[in-house]
């Protein structure tokens, strides 16, 4: 059974860091793009990474040069390290996969996690 279950949210002060972690269950990540997506209240979801089995990434403009996406295939773990929060970084954060080795830039998954929330206070 697929299962993807996030962890690691919390409620940090702007310019702080947050390393969210998502555990994959019934999947072999290699085979796999990866993402992670955020919705914040009264705002439609957002992608903001990707990461697909060549190691290739793509990241929103909103978070380029502070978050990072990498995974661990040896413990079958999605990350996402978050540097220089800011308020407007507070949001339900999704890990979420779909069953293509490359993801050719699309931020369409099939397969998502419950969600981990970060608070970014000011």
């Known amino acids: 059974q697929v299962q993807l279950v996030e962890s690691g949210g919390g409620s940090v002060q702007a310019g702080g860091s947050l390393k969210l972690s998502c555990a994959v269950y019934?999947?072999?990540?290699?085979?796999?793009?990866m993402g992670w997506f955020r919705r914040a209240t009264g705002k439609e979801r957002e992608g903001v990474a990707l990461?697909?089995?060549?190691?290739?990434?793509l990241y929103a403009d909103s978070v380029k040069g502070r978050f990072t996406i990498s995974q661990d295939n040896a413990k079958n773990t999605l990350y996402l390290q978050m540097n220089s929060l800011k308020p407007d970084d507070t949001a339900m954060y999704y890990c979420?996969?779909?069953?293509?080795?490359?993801?050719?830039?699309?931020?369409?998954?099939?397969?998502w996690g419950k969600g981990t929330l970060v608070t970014i206070s000011s």
């Open positions: 979420a996969a779909d069953y293509r080795s490359t993801c050719r830039g699309s931020w369409t998954m099939d397969y």
């Open positions: 019934g999947f072999i990540p290699s085979d796999l793009c």
């Open positions: 990461l697909d089995s060549r190691g290739r990434t």
